[in-house]
């Protein structure tokens, strides 16, 4: 199983994944509710997807928070 593929990716996935639990979504509800894949969401909680800036607006939209939360610690 690979690891995350930077620091950066690890700690926005981490961002991702604590903002996702906050907000009360398990990991496929949060992944239908975005439009994306169960398993592309995991791989970027776990830091080993880069993700393109509009992936960030469409989880940060669906979280409803602004994109820079999701950067926090970069």
Request: net charge positive.
């Amino acid at each position: 199983m690979p690891g995350p593929i930077s620091k950066e990716a690890k700690v926005f996935g981490d961002n991702l994944r604590a903002a996702r639990k906050a907000a009360g979504f398990s990991q496929e509800a949060f992944a239908y509710h975005c439009g994306l894949d169960r398993s592309y969401v995991g791989q970027v909680e776990r830091g080993e997807k880069n993700v393109t800036l509009r992936t960030i607006v469409v989880l940060a939209d669906a979280l409803d928070a602004k994109p820079a939360k999701l950067l926090d610690g970069l």
